[in-house]
């Protein structure tokens, strides 16, 4: 049906002190987070991730204006008030027994909507999912993350714009949520064979006081946050989460220009320090904290390989800096993995960059730091879409591999065809002399 990885799941508590701050931080203008170094969302490769749920397929939508059905009231919901509580479910089930059938697997399902998924307030689910319940072999074809995801948005929107004291919505996916993103009062990893989802792989955390919690949700620096999450190798060959990169890839296929594969020009000057901390975030996207076991992605070699680098660049750059008459403006081409830009491009952010530094004036070096920021922000983009031109080219290459494979397959069951062709043709060659024998000895024998 789609929700076995729930099963695999541990015991969690929810630490209400760290919801409800970071409850506190949700935009409801800009739908993400807003923390003091840059602002997150809630995306489906989060809920992918964590609860291992499909978030590709047909979208899950609760028409108020749907016909009321007999399915509906046999779970006890009426025409004025298309409730079911849970109590209701939980003793249909223990009723049921040890029976396994489709009245089974659809309270169940029922269950750990109004108890995990979905719950709310008052006890009660809402009876118009048993309309995607009919037909249970069509079940799993709908985006139930996806559907997690609007639903706990729902809820942090209305609880900004009501002031409601109360929040429904999947919380422990909240609160894992910010162990992967966050890292405040985030436990250790458990010893666990499982690795997916990820909510298997997280213990219980500390309990801390609000104002613990504000103090350091106050105090939070650029390097306590992983902005995306990205999946690892071992992720990647999932299902659910190869077809949300195979979506995410069409979609930026259908969106991005076309360009030429060149080097990607990298200038150094200012800070290397920070840029190889900005690269080094790239790799830290694939880890948690020290003593966590790295999710590497295949590409991290070469991502580590520029960190190095950078590095020994840096180690060189006051000496450099000191024998420059000028301004100093230096570019290497790293290889590339997957960067793609046109040389028209290239030449023109080597202009500005030159033309920047050049109208600099020497002695004043917090307007050169304002101007190297800028261009770390530049590098840090072009970093990002570095990564992700890498993804691409990974799953092309998968693509690739399973065609290859797929053409294999299909020119030997041509090769077999025509085998068959063949061998039925000659029996049809036979039979038409045999008969025409016969026909040739009765002809004489009359």
């Known amino acids: 049906m789609g929700f076995g990885n729930l099963l695999e799941m541990p015991s969690h508590r929810l630490r209400k002190n760290l919801l409800v701050e970071l409850m506190e931080k949700w935009s409801c203008e800009k739908l ?76 169940f399902i ?100 609000r104002h613990w919690f504000a103090t350091k949700f106050k105090d939070l620096e650029d390097h306590q946050v992983i902005w995306k999450l990205q999946p690892t190798s071992g992720e990647l060959e999932i299902d659910l989460v190869r077809e949300l990169m195979e979506e995410q890839y069409v979609e930026r296929e259908l969106l991005r220009p076309q360009h030429c594969s060149t080097p990607f020009p990298i200038v150094h000057g200012g800070n290397l320090r920070i840029r190889s901390q900005v690269m080094e975030q790239v790799v830290v996207g694939v ?76 002695d004043d070096p917090r307007t050169r730091i304002r101007i190297l920021e800028e261009q770390n922000m530049e590098l840090k983009t072009e970093m990002e879409n570095l990564r992700r031109e890498n993804i691409i080219l990974k799953d092309r290459l998968l693509l690739s591999s399973q065609l290859e494979e797929q053409n294999v397959e299909l020119k030997k069951e041509l090769d077999y065809l025509r085998r068959e062709c063949l061998s039925s043709n000659n029996l049809v060659l036979r039979l038409e002399r045999v008969l025409l024998d016969e026909d040739v000895n009765a002809a004489v024998e009359t």
Not at 45 to 74: Q, S, W
Not at 134 to 141: A, G, R, T, Y
Not at 311 to 329: F, H, M, R, W, Y
């Open 110 to 209: 029922l269950f750990i909507f109004g108890t995990f998924l979905f719950p709310n307030a008052n006890g009660k689910v809402n009876s118009r999912y048993l309309s995607y319940l009919k037909n249970l072999d069509d079940f799993c074809h709908y985006a139930w993350g996806a559907a997690v995801v609007d639903d706990i948005v729902s809820w942090l929107n209305k609880r900004k714009e009501t002031n409601i004291q109360y929040v429904g919505g999947c919380l422990i996916f909240l609160q894992i949520w910010s162990y992967e993103h966050i890292n405040i009062a985030r436990p250790a990893l458990r010893n666990s064979c499982l690795t997916f989802p990820r909510i298997c792989q997280w213990d219980n955390s500390g309990s801390y006081d």
């Open 32 to 107: 993400a987070f807003e923390l003091m170094p840059g602002e997150i969302p809630i995306t489906r490769m989060d809920v992918a991730l964590i609860l291992g749920l499909r978030v590709v397929g047909k979208p899950v939508v609760l028409i108020d204006e749907e016909p009321f059905t007999d399915i509906e009231k046999e779970y006890g919901a009426v025409l004025w008030k298309r409730k079911i509580t849970v109590a209701s479910l939980q003793s249909r089930l223990d009723a049921l027994g040890g029976v396994v059938n489709d009245d089974f697997v659809r309270t």
């Open 287 to 362: 880890k948690i904290e020290s003593g966590r076991s790295t999710w590497k992605h295949e590409s991290d070699t070469s991502i580590v390989n520029e960190v190095n680098m950078v590095k020994e660049i840096d180690s060189e750059q006051p000496k450099a800096l000191e024998n420059a008459p000028g301004t100093v403006t230096r570019t290497m081409d790293f290889p590339s993995t997957s960067g793609c830009m046109s040389n028209t491009h290239k030449e023109q952010m080597e202009l500005n960059f030159s033309s920047n530094l050049t109208a600099v004036d020497e």
